[in-house]
């Protein structure tokens, strides 16, 4: 596996002498938010990690190698839409194909984890996971995030599950699972563009340090990853019934083919950036920084108490 891995020199260096690292999937790059601003939200959200005293390690392929850490060339790579034909979306199921075949691609959630968890790097960042779609009872349309979670030791802070899925059924699936899902300074699965969503989650800590010793406690009994859902800024958050709406109308007027499997993600975003005029757009930067920041504290935080 160390063959097909390159570290950047400060994720090396920093792993190396056990400082704290912070892991950035690369998809919400190439395909979740739009030129330029998802150039300036990827170069801020390291900005982030770096003012908290942790290593950014943005994670992407690039002809079949799994780069960790991005220099300015490869974020604007990845970031310019003239070169999103030439790069694909990676998830578990053609992660193999597309190193074998030295081929360029932007990590999802559970290719991120799976990278993470080869190169030994606790603590990822996202906006929010996948998870079980809408109609999945009929469709079987469920993430491979979630299955991610049982494979891959690593914590996972996000904003909770995107509110297009169908949260209820994803805790459920969750819990099957055996997945932890801790709430910070929340009693609710957030929303993603909502802190709340009228689902109640078990565990609830309100410190950093309380989260760093549960994730710890978690890698060294159970062998699954952990979720940390922090609640969207309070002055960014929508209206989870509104946005609910939205997503029903954007499916409904939808054609088949620009909803199926991977495609469904992105053209809901894309829409629902366009109906709300760029609202929810916003929403999802702040939310993705707030999340920066918790994350790269609890990464922080994990290295002292290896200490």
Do not use: W
Request: charged share 25%; net charge positive.
């Amino acid at each position: 596996m160390k063959s097909y891995i390159v570290l950047s020199g400060e994720v090396r260096e920093a792993l190396k002498k056990n400082k704290p690292v912070v892991a950035f999937e690369s998809t919400i790059i190439t395909y979740g938010l739009p030129y330029p601003q998802n150039l300036k939200t990827a170069e801020e959200v390291e900005s982030i990690a770096r003012k908290n005293g942790v290593v950014p390690a943005t994670i992407s392929i690039i002809d079949g190698k799994i780069m960790v850490g991005a220099d300015e060339k490869l974020l604007k790579f990845i970031a310019d839409p003239k070169n999103k034909k030439r790069i694909d979306k990676v998830s578990r199921h053609n992660f193999s194909s597309v190193i074998a075949g030295g081929l360029h691609g932007v990590t999802t959630v559970a290719a991120t984890m799976m990278a993470c968890d080869a190169a030994g790097i606790k603590v990822f960042v996202t906006g929010g996971i996948g998870g079980v779609h809408r109609g999945a009872a009929e469709s079987f349309d469920i993430s491979a995030d979630l299955k991610e979670f049982e494979k891959s030791k690593v914590a996972v802070v996000s904003s909770g599950v995107k509110s297009i899925l169908d949260i209820k059924l994803t805790l459920e699936y969750l819990e099957t699972c055996g997945v932890p899902v801790i709430g910070y300074k929340c009693s609710e699965l957030p929303a993603f563009y909502s802190r709340k969503s009228g689902h109640k989650i078990i565990s609830r800590m309100d410190s950093v340090e309380a989260i760093a010793k549960a994730v710890a406690v978690n890698f060294k009994f159970c062998k699954s990853g952990i979720l940390i859902a922090n609640p969207i800024p309070a002055r960014d958050e929508i209206n989870s019934n509104k946005i609910s709406h939205l997503v029903d109308e954007i499916i409904e007027k939808a054609d088949p083919a620009d909803i199926e499997g991977p495609k469904y993600t992105p053209y809901i975003l894309e829409k629902l950036h366009e109906i709300s005029a760029g609202k929810t757009l916003k929403a999802n930067v702040a939310l993705i920084k707030s999340n920066a920041d918790l994350g790269s504290k609890i990464a922080a935080e994990l290295c002292r108490l290896k200490d």
